[in-house]
């Protein structure tokens, strides 16, 4: 009795080892079971815990809504035409496809872990996963770098995870000693490019460039003609530790032309290129010129009043001009309400102080009204003179207004027309004598003249 209770014990606890065994390696294992041959329908070995299945893809790193290609690859199995599989995620119930290859294409950002079961008449014979990353591309700035000739440049991309230059190198960074010019491409992405265990497909492309400069780059600007015995000035743009003819200096130099002048400047570019330019100043004699004065197209030196003058430079020198009213081209048009001198300064050199060779041409234009009217210095009430008001030539391109008050300020008569006078009443009355007030305005072009007097009203 003891013996077949014993008999007993010992067979549960070997059915329970083996039925423990057996969910601990299918535990460490999911996708490799081992299968009792014995099931099959025709004898076939036991699939050991290494799986004869393996997934191959195109790339275990895509751009969002592109298609990673898998495929399950079961070479170790052996060629065997009625394998079934069946692809899925991990932790997804629902199933992506069921033939030897897939298409994933991911819609959004993740890692995806894919799965593949591969059965042979509908006994599991292996498995295999896999990560697909999902991303998308970075946003980033390539930095460039200008160098002279033998120095080191730095260039690099700001933004980005990965970095996967043409020279090898794999930081943001990169420090280079180029013989020339050079273009250097990089690839840049949020998952690593050339590390070992991934095959990146979603990556941006740029290029950053490294300009080498042979020589130093500053700019020299200044005076090119001046007056001899006057002052000429050079200065150095975008350069540093300056000299000039060989003596240290500041940015700018002064210096007094006698004759057809050279300098050399040496200076260092903000690169830290060194290098040395000539800068010529010719002596030239003060320019000379005169002023011609121009009414309605035709040389004249008076001008009606509220007419326009054009005065134009004429001179032996290309120059800069600069007259009165601040004109600074060759001409410049007024319309005087007086006589005036007119003058322009005409000027080469002094690009740089102000220092300059120059004349000031003057020119004097007189103005005079051109249409006289005249007012009577009295006007008898209907008398031989039946009306009062200006004596002249009517003009129709000018424009007038003539108005008469009265002591008190009151207006007794006002007009728009020239030939129009006042008959001596204000409101169909004879105004009383005294001492009454004209004013006449005179528009002409854009001028206008206006003129004020009194006369005396008699019977």
Known sequence: MFRCWGTCVCFLLLSFGAWAQGDWFEGLFPLNRVLDTSQLKESRPVVKAASPVKIEYSANVVCVEHV??????????????DLAYEWFLIGDTSRLGTGASLDFKPLVE??????????????????????????????????????????????????????????GGT???????????????????KYPIVQGGYRNACHAEDSAIVTVNDSAIFGVAGDKEMCEGLDATVRVENG????????????????????DTSVKVTATDKYGCRGTKEWSVIVVDAP????????????????CLGSSVR???????????????????????????????AFCDISVGGSVTGTVCKTRLESFVSVKN????????????????????????????????????????TMVFSTTEFTEGWDGRYKGQLVPPGVYVYVYREKYRHHVWVRRGTFAVIK
């Open 68 to 81: 990673a290609y898998l495929r399950a690859d079961c070479s170790l199995y052996g060629p065997d035409k």
């Open 110 to 167: 993740q890692e995806a872990r894919i799965g593949v079961k591969v059965k042979d008449n509908g006994y599991l014979v292996g498995g295999d996963t896999v990560v697909i990353y999902a991303t998308t591309l970075p946003s980033y700035v390539v930095v460039h770098d200008t160098v002279c000739l033998g120095m080191e440049a730095t260039v690099g991309v700001k933004g980005g995870n990965y970095w996967a230059w043409s020279t």
């Open 171 to 189: 930081a943001g960074f990169i420090n280079i000693r180029p013989a020339r010019t050079t273009v250097y491409p990089v690839r840049i992405s």
């Open 240 to 259: 540093t530790d300056v000299y000039w003819n060989g003596l240290q200096g500041s940015h700018s130099h002064t210096f007094t032309v006698l004759g």
């Open 288 to 303: 000379r010129g005169e002023i011609f004065v121009y009414v309605d197209g035709v040389p004249s030196d008076s001008v």
């Open 311 to 341: 005065m134009e430079v004429v001179s032996d020198l290309e120059c800069r001009y600069r007259w009165f009213n601040r004109d600074t081209l060759y001409y410049t048009e007024v319309t005087p309400q007086t006589d005036f001198t």
């Open 370 to 409: 051109c249409h006289n009217v005249y007012f009577a210095s009295g006007f008898m009430l209907e008398g031989y003179n039946k009306t009062y008001g200006p004596i002249g030539v009517n003009d129709t391109s000018r424009t007038y207004e003539f108005m008469i008050f009265n002591r008190n300020g």
